[in-house]
């Protein structure tokens, strides 16, 4: 009998803690959901709407740590970090001061200097977020920060009615591994915004990183196996981009000719490194802006190529009994004709 009681009292206290860890698991959602409401926040900001976010709030720190309590009286052996509630507390207490900052009341703006200007100014004030697609920043490459940065300024840092906290969750929106990690340490407060900037500009906005990462994508291109236009345009199109992005780093790739050249001959197929060396001056040194001008005159060239081969074809479908095209017929008519057959 003693065993059996023992065994159903140990029931009890498991199935209370797994109702306990539930509640706890509750309060956690609760700031997750609140953290998303700031985040997705447009203007112009409802503030009834935010102060009945935060009065909802107001219960959820002092029911998670009377649920705390609860569970270590359950389980006397887990150990105070287990419970985490001084991470809980910092979270809480920085998204209520967000939504605090929220409802505070604005400075008010400068009156305009016509009718025509309030009227603008009335627009501006319910503009939401252009439709623009971010990219996502993971830090894996260093050439895609300052096109990452330079698209988020312009659509959310520039942005004058959003307010600081909600900048500072679309930038977490908008970043991850490293990068995220990098900031998330940071308060979830207006304040950090700043700091989420500067620490992304310290650790990504590295000339020489950035560099060494437009050579390494001009080295690391897979030869061509086979010359085909669209992969000898692809060529030229990717070696222009880097070398432009590299010139525009204060990179001398004006004077790079007899360095780039030999890396691109070695990524062509060897028909056309073959047709280059049969065609160019060779009293001369070459040129790189030559040999990008004879790779699109060679793209070109297979481009008519397989139209007159096309054409060719269509003409020989012609020649098909039952297939008979009567004078004058032009060819769209005719392959609507075909088609039908």
Known sequence: MT??????EKEVDKNARKGIIRKIAQCKA??????????TLESPINKDVVSARLQQLQEVLPRHEQLLIELSTLDDTLDEDYFGNDAFEDRYLAIVASLRGLLAPQPPSPAPASG????????????????IDIPVFDGKDYTKYHSFIELFSAVIDNNSKLAAIQKLFYLRKYL??????????LPVTGD????????????????FLIITNHVQELLDFNPLVKGAATNL???????????????TLGQPTDSWDMIVLPILLRKVDQF??????????????????????FVERRASSFEESQRSED???????????????????????????AAGC
């Open 3 to 8: 065993m059996d009681s023992d065994s159903a």
């Open 30 to 39: 609760s700031l997750t959901k609140a953290e998303n409401f700031i985040r």
């Open 116 to 131: 025509a200007q309030q009227s603008t100014d009335a627009c501006a004030t319910s503009v939401r977020l252009p439709e």
């Open 176 to 185: 991850k591994g490293e990068p995220l990690s990098l900031i998330e340490g």
């Open 192 to 207: 950090s915004y700043g700091k989420a900037l500067e620490l992304l500009r310290n650790r990504y906005d590295n000339k």
């Open 233 to 247: 345009r692809e060529l030229v199109s990717h070696a222009r981009q880097h070398l432009g992005a590299l010139k």
């Open 272 to 293: 056309t490194c073959r047709a280059y060396h049969s065609e160019r001056d060779t009293t001369k040194l070459p040129l790189l802006d030559d040999f990008f001008a």
């Open 311 to 337: 054409s060719h074809l269509w003409t020989q479908e012609l020649k098909l009994p039952g297939h008979q095209m009567s004078p004058g017929v032009s060819r769209p008519v005719w392959e609507q004709y």
